[in-house]
């Protein structure tokens, strides 16, 4: 019995043993959050700083080597393991607040330093420094250092063999036909005040190629006297090719813009449409308008003669210009650049326009100078070229151009008689590459695919295996790798299957299969191999899209994206200065191609797609995002690469770090609140409330100063029309199926569920109270900025802006009046707080000169606009981004949502990013008034549940076009654009979750054993063999006993 109980005892010893040495993954995994990740995510306390610009692309092959060693996916827990990476360039606050906020709330036990030359002011318990000169020894000390062995690793080819195409240059001639003449079909008619379209239908023939309309309107009906520069009738005309859809608009309030002219991209049936709402924009200081392009029509007419008629009668020309077009003999290189065209003509008396078409029928550049073409000022000699012919010049120089066959077209623009010859010359070169494109690319791809299978990153050359990555797969134990060659080009594909099993991809469109095989997402990310500065996009973007579960779309490697792509770069490139709007037309294009590309690919699921574009501006333009709302939920993270790389850990670690905003401790702080007032009738003094501080939880910002108030309850009596969105809602009338709307509108006569009135200043508060939030209010720039310093959920702000100076918005500034310092909301001249909206403007002149005040504002009328224009100079004083900058700290994950006009893509809009902004909603373009139901119903929708992006996408769909789904509008100006992930969700105390609680790199280690980091140090097997023999010797001894 003694000896049977010593040998249990020694088998019970051997267990112990084995069991000992087992995983320690067999114990419960940590709950992992959700977030914008495709699986739930568990935080580690450990950061990964790369090096920014360094060394050519050594930092961009870095960061990307690093991406499976900062998120994986592990199968047995089906959770994501992810912690922070970042590129570091020691001159960009945003990286400083976002690290001041991670270790705040998660901590940090462990540094990870690429080539970092800077002294960085963070320190953890062990810190893991690593220094290289070239990529292939990067990743292997990334890959040694993160796993301890790896069944798989993945190899991406990125170096090798580069084949340059040779340089272009060609001409091709051609005549224009003698009997090729412009024409003009004229349009007469007469409308009132009102938005549902007047539409006029015609044809344009062959071999018309533009359209250039004249659009004029009577100030006073029969008078035949046209509208001028400032004028109360404000008539919108829309330009359609019924084949494609709307392709131009014009929208006038107060300032008449230009009106619309397109390519011709269909013949046939093509027709106009007149609305008429008579107030539109959100105007700005003369010196902040962006220049017009034309004239003033006419002078200023003496508002006096103003009947009460606000009828438009109204005459627009259809100015139809002949063309002829061809395909360029060669097609567009992959990556070229310097491209310019040029058109010559041997006749000075004519006038010809250029026209460049990319493959898909979108017009990407032109030359059409209708108006600046003057005959008289043309040499009388003009100089003789070699073939002793007259030439006149139309030139088009541009930066980037997809790849693939374009056409150009030239158009005839003055009547003359005989033919005319001309030459279109044309010149372009290969900068980047396809192979260097194919080797950008596979890393890309590839650090998605290693992450998803916990699996390092290695490098390689197309024909060579480099010694660093040799050793690196030996240490590791690596049995089998996946092989990034996209393009398919590598020879060293051959000599990998003689040591290894290989899965070799070359394929793109295989490549996006597999990743969606393991992940079954749909999510969109776009990027580009472009460099920004001395870094690319392409590491953040695939840092995101490993949290997204979804490969990287690099605009470049695809025909049809690099297309659309050229289309919004050239586009914003000429626009950002004066802000003018997109062409509708080619923003239908550009969206069609790449729809069709994600459709062919497997990427247009059903419903929207959430969709986020990881890139500069110029890359991919400011329109490209606007183009997707209504088929996608678009969002951008934008900026430098660094700030890129910051920006996405901010919105995949946000359940984390908005814990290091103070505006969520469930105590409370104190803030700054404006003051509250009311007029003394007999006196005419404001009877002032004090504001100041107060004590406050869960606190969203708001900013009221120049807003819509009561605007369908009260100003449509002014105005003679109900504003109704594009969507059919008509706000305060429309009744709603949502119970977070019950008795929005009960304050103004209407209880019940009815969709909100753009009477923002008590809406926007109304449903912050859903969320569970406080509403603190402030409208001068020092309590504003001391407000955000302290920590708020959101910052919700409606001012005047601007894009000069860096960006500007107009706070509250009283130009040294004795009047308010801070009240909770502006108000106009002869106004206070409870009476905010006591200016109208003039409907002769459409300025706000007319005084509505409380008690005599029933007899003059609302406008429903508080601040309109003239108010601006007196009641309001301009702050530049930079002071904004520099009165800021660190606002710890607060959103934005902005009602200012053209501050996004200016140094405020980064200011805010940088100083710790999460999202942003705000604008790159003029903002109308009606965003103002779109912001009304913003935190509507996030009390719904909706994500920060589906409540952006449901804003736009009520008061914008969405130019892919045929919800054609008159109101070109609602293009406002979000910015951050659109699978973004704000903490409120409505939705609210616990603070999530980071592991250490340890236990993360030890969550993951036995998966794709599997920790078999060497012996390890042998010691598990020898324990498992003395178990079963102890079995065997207690069945002989």
């Not at 914008?36 to 050594?58: E, H, M, N, R």
């Not at 272009?168 to 007469?188: L, N, Q, S």
Request: glycine fraction near 8%.
């Amino acid at each position: 019995m003694e000896q049977r109980s010593r040998s249990i005892f020694a088998m019970l010893i051997a267990c112990l043993f084995v069991f000992a040495l087992l995983p320690v993954a067999a114990a419960d995994a940590p709950d992992g959050f959700e977030t914008v990740s495709w699986k739930p995510v568990v935080p580690v306390k450990k950061a990964t700083l790369v090096q920014a610009d360094k060394w050519g692309d050594i930092d961009d092959y870095a960061y990307l080597a690093a991406v499976p060693s900062s998120v994986f996916y592990d199968e047995k827990s089906d959770s994501i393991v992810s912690h922070p990476l970042l590129f570091y360039d020691g001159g960009n606050v945003g990286t400083d607040y976002f690290m001041e906020d991670w270790l705040a709330t998660a901590g940090m036990d462990e540094l990870v330093t690429i080539n970092m030359e800077e002294i960085i002011p963070w320190s953890a318990n062990k810190t893991t420094e690593i220094y290289a000169d070239n990529p292939y020894d990067v990743a292997r000390e990334v890959a040694t250092s993160s796993w301890k062995s790896s069944k798989t690793a993945v190899l991406a080819v990125i170096d090798g063999r580069m084949e340059y195409a040779d340089a272009v240059a060609g001409a091709v001639e051609g005549t224009m036909p003698g009997d090729y003449k412009p024409k003009v079909e004229t349009i007469t008619g007469e409308r009132d005040v009102g938005i549902v379209p007047v539409y006029h239908n015609f044809s344009i023939p062959e071999p018309y190629k533009y359209i250039d309309t004249d659009l004029v309107w009577d100030v006073i009906p029969g008078t035949g006297v046209p509208a001028n520069v400032v004028s109360g009738i404000n008539l919108d005309m829309q330009l359609y090719d019924w084949q494609l859809g709307m392709v131009a608009a014009v929208e006038n309030w107060v300032l008449i813009d230009p009106d619309p002219s397109s390519y011709v991209f269909n013949n046939g049936p093509w027709g106009v449409a007149f609305t008429y709402m008579p107030t539109k924009s959100m105007a700005m200081p003369t010196d902040e308008m962006p220049i017009m392009d034309r004239e003033p029509r006419a002078v200023l007419w003496d508002s006096v003669l103003r009947g009460p008629d606000n009828k438009a009668v109204y005459r627009v020309d259809c100015n139809l210009y002949p063309g002829v077009e061809f395909d360029l003999p060669e097609e567009v290189c992959f990556g070229a650049s310097g491209i310019s065209f040029e058109l010559t003509w041997n006749n000075p008396n004519v006038n010809m326009g250029l026209v460049i078409l990319d493959p898909f029928n979108n017009s990407i550049a032109k030359a059409v100078d209708i108006e600046e073409f003057i005959a008289e000022g043309l040499p009388a000699e003009p100089p003789a070229t070699e073939d002793e012919t007259y030439e006149t010049v139309k030139t088009i120089g541009i930066s980037k151009i997809g790849e693939g066959r374009h056409r150009v077209c030239v158009v005839k623009l003055t009547d003359n008689t005989e033919p005319v010859d001309f030459k279109v010359t044309y010149a372009w070169e290969q900068l980047v590459s396809r192979e260097e494109g194919n080797f950008i690319a596979s890393a890309t791809e590839g650090a998605i695919l290693a992450s998803l299978l916990n699996a390092p990153l290695l490098y390689v050359d197309d024909d060579y295996m480099p010694p660093a990555t040799k050793s690196a797969l030996d240490a590791l134990g690596v049995k089998k790798v996946v092989f990034m060659d996209l393009g398919g080009e590598a020879p060293l594909a051959e000599s990998l299957a003689a040591s290894y099993g290989v899965e070799h991809i070359t394929d793109y469109v295989k490549l996006y299969s597999r990743i969606q095989d393991i992940t079954d997402e749909t999510d969109v990310v776009f990027s580009s191999i472009a460099t920004f500065g001395d870094s690319k996009f392409a590491g953040p973007a695939a840092y995101a899209a490993a949290h997204h579960g979804c490969p990287v779309f690099l605009v470049e490697m695809h025909p049809e994206l690099s297309c659309a792509a050229a289309w919004h770069s050239l586009y914003w490139q000429g626009a950002k200065e004066k802000r003018r709007p997109p062409s509708v037309g080619s923003m239908v294009i550009s969206g069609r191609e790449v729809y069709d590309f994600l459709g062919g690919v497997g990427f247009d699921g059903e419903g929207m797609e959430n969709m986020l574009t990881v890139c500069d501006e110029f890359n991919l333009g400011a329109s490209w995002d606007r183009t997707f709302a209504g088929v996608a939920v678009p969002g951008r993270i934008t900026g430098t690469p660094t700030d890129a790389s910051y920006w996405v850990s901010r919105s995949v670690f946000y359940p984390v770090v908005v814990f290091a905003n103070p505006a969520t401790d469930p105590k409370g702080g104190m803030y700054i609140t404006g003051s509250r007032s009311t007029t003394d009738t007999s006196t005419g003094f404001l009877d002032v409330q004090p504001g100041g501080e107060m004590e406050f939880k869960y606190p969203v910002l708001q900013t009221w100063v120049s807003y819509q108030h009561r605007f369908n309850e009260r100003a449509s009596k002014y105005h003679g029309i109900n504003y109704t969105g594009a969507d059919g809602i008509t706000p305060f009338w429309s009744p709603s199926d949502n119970p977070v709307d019950n008795d929005v509108n009960a304050r103004y006569g209407r209880p019940g569920c009815y969709y909100p009135d753009m009477t923002n200043s008590e809406v926007v508060p109304f449903y912050m109270n859903k969320l569970g939030y406080s509403n603190v209010y402030s409208t001068n720039f020092e309590a504003t900025m001391e407000n955000l310093n302290r920590g708020v959920m959101m910052w919700i702000e409606v001012m005047h802006g601007g894009n000069a100076g860096g960006g500007t918005v107009g706070f509250w500034g009283t130009a040294g009046k004795a009047v308010e310092e801070n009240p909770w909301r502006g108000y106009e001249e002869g106004g206070d707080t409870f009476e905010p909206d006591t200016m109208a403007e003039s409907k002769q002149a459409g300025v706000d000169v007319v005084p509505s005040p409380k008690g005599a504002g029933e007899v003059t009328g609302h406008d429903g606009v508080v601040i309109t224009i003239a108010a601006q100079f007196a009641q309001t004083t301009s702050k530049s981004g930079s002071q904004i900058d520099e009165a800021l700290e660190n606002i710890h994950s607060a959103g934005v949502v902005a009602g200012s006009c053209l501050i996004a893509y200016t140094p405020l809009h980064m200011s805010l990013v940088r100083h710790g902004s999460v999202f942003q909603v705000i604008d790159p373009w003029l903002t109308s008034w009606y965003c103002a139901f779109a912001i009304a119903t913003f935190g509507r929708d996030l009390a719904s549940g909706d994500t920060v992006g589906e409540a952006y996408e449901k804003g736009i769909r009520h008061v914008g076009i969405e130019y892919l789904t045929g919800q054609w509008w008159w109101d070109i100006y609602e293009n406002v654009v979000y910015f951050g992930d659109p699978e973004l969700r704000l903490y409120s105390p409505l939705h609210s979750w616990e603070k999530p609680v980071a592991i250490s790199p340890e236990e993360a280690q030890a969550m993951v054993a036995g998966t794709g980091a599997v920790d078999e140090t060497p012996g390890f097997g042998a010691v598990l063999i020898v324990a498992a023999l003395a178990m079963m010797a102890a079995l065997m001894t207690v069945r002989k006993r």
